[in-house]
C-alpha cells in the first residue's frame, strides 16, 4: 500500500516550492502557471512513496492547444495513485512494469474521454540507490551530480529531440522557434508508446529534475543544472523557482506553463 505521498496539483503559481520529505526522498514542487492561456495551469506533479526503499516521481504536462489539457494530466496521477495504492511488495510485478502499467492504462481512460485532449509524462522511478526515467513526450529529465556532471538527460518525443538523437545540433533559432512546441508522442493518441531509460546509481548528492518542456524552452541545460546541482534541496528550488518567475516576468509574457520537481535520496 501506498504509506506516505505528496501530491500537487497545480491551479496558479507557487509563491514557494512544496517540500516534502518522505522515506524514500526529500522531494520539492513547484510551478509558474501562464495566466494569458486561460485559467487552468495544464500541468500536474506528484510523488508517491511505496515503503520506506521504493517510490515515484512524475510530472505530466496536458498537451497545450488540445481540449482538457488540465484534464488528461490530472487522469495520469489519478491513475498512478490508484493503481499504486493497490501494489503489493510480496507478490507484485516489479515497479517498472506497475509503472508502465499505469501509462497505458491512463492511456486508455485519456482515449475514452473522445475529447481529443492528451498529455506527456515524466517518470522517475526509485529504489535504493538506484533510478530509472519512464517517460512518453518531451518533459525532461536530468540526473546531476553534485559538482554539475550530467549522469543523464533524456531525448524528448520531439523534432527537435529526434535531430539531438541523430547527432544533429539545432542552431537556427527561426528552426528552433519553429520546431519548438511540436510534441511527436502523447498520452491520448493511439500511436502512443514509452521509452525506459537506463536504471543509473543516485549517489546521495546527485539530483534529479523532472520538468515540464516550459522550462526547457526559457533555460538552457547548463543554467538550469548550475541552479539544482548544490545547496540543500529547499535552496535549489527556491533557487529555480526564483529565477522561472524573473525570466518569465521579464522576457516570455506568453511562456507555457512550467512544473517541476525535484529528488534526492535521503538515506
Avoid: W
Avoid at 32 to 49: I, K, L, M, S, Y
Avoid at 98 to 117: P, W, Y
Avoid at 178 to 195: F, K, R
Amino acid at each position: 500500500m501506498v504509506k506516505n505521498r505528496a501530491v500537487i496539483c497545480p491551479q496558479s503559481t507557487s509563491e514557494n516550492p512544496l517540500l516534502q520529505e518522505l522515506p524514500f526522498a526529500s522531494v520539492a514542487v513547484a510551478t509558474v502557471t501562464n495566466v494569458g492561456h486561460g485559467p487552468n495551469n495544464e500541468d500536474a506533479a506528484a510523488a508517491f512513496a511505496l515503503d520506506q526503499h521504493k517510490g515515484i516521481a512524475v510530472v505530466a504536462d496536458g498537451a497545450g492547444g488540445l481540449p482538457a489539457g488540465a484534464a488528461a494530466s490530472q487522469h495520469i496521477i489519478d491513475t498512478i495513485n490508484r493503481i499504486f495504492r493497490s501494489y503489493k511488495n510480496k507478490h507484485a510485478q516489479s515497479l517498472r512494469d506497475v509503472a508502465i502499467d499505469c501509462i497505458f492504462s491512463a492511456n486508455k481512460k485519456i482515449l475514452r474521454k473522445k475529447n481529443g485532449s492528451g498529455s506527456t509524462v515524466a517518470m522517475m522511478l526509485v529504489e535504493k540507490n538506484k533510478v530509472q526515467p519512464i517517460y512518453v513526450g518531451d518533459s525532461i529529465l536530468i540526473v546531476t551530480g553534485r559538482h554539475g556532471k550530467i549522469k543523464y538527460i533524456n531525448f524528448p518525443h520531439s523534432p527537435i529531440g529526434y535531430l539531438y538523437r541523430g547527432g544533429i545540433g539545432v542552431n537556427d533559432p527561426k528552426q528552433l522557434a519553429a520546431l519548438s512546441h511540436i510534441v511527436s508522442n502523447l498520452l491520448g493518441t493511439q500511436e502512443m508508446y514509452v521509452e525506459i531509460g537506463p536504471a543509473l546509481t543516485l549517489n546521495k548528492n546527485d539530483t534529479v529534475l523532472l520538468c515540464s518542456d516550459g522550462l526547457s524552452d526559457i533555460m538552457v541545460t547548463k543554467d538550469i543544472v548550475n541552479l539544482i546541482r548544490s545547496g540543500t534541496l529547499e535552496q535549489a528550488a527556491i533557487a529555480l523557482l526564483k529565477k522561472i518567475k524573473h525570466i518569465t516576468q521579464s522576457k516570455f509574457a506568453e511562456h507555457d506553463d512550467i512544473t517541476f520537481c525535484l529528488l534526492r535520496r535521503n538515506s
